[in-house]
């Protein structure tokens, strides 16, 4: 399963703080570098705008 930031994305930051691997990446709205992810779900978690869904 993997993890993708959707449009929904208000770049807040809320994600790239709880992410141990420092796999999400600023941008226009934010994107998570599925080589890095390790499909915790620390990001989905802490989005507040639901922005991170299951792919």
């Keep these: ?7 929904d994305c208000a770049a807040c930051g809320a994600c790239m ?6 796999a999400i990446k600023e941008g226009d709205i ?3 570098d599925q080589e ?3 499909e ?7 989005c507040p705008n639901g922005a991170i869904v299951e792919e």
């Design 40 to 46: 915790c779900g620390a990001c989905m978690d802490a």
């Design 36 to 38: 890095l992810c390790a």
């Design 30 to 32: 934010f994107v998570i």
């Design 1 to 7: 399963m993997a993890y993708v930031i959707t449009a």
């Design 17 to 22: 703080e709880e992410c141990p691997n420092e």
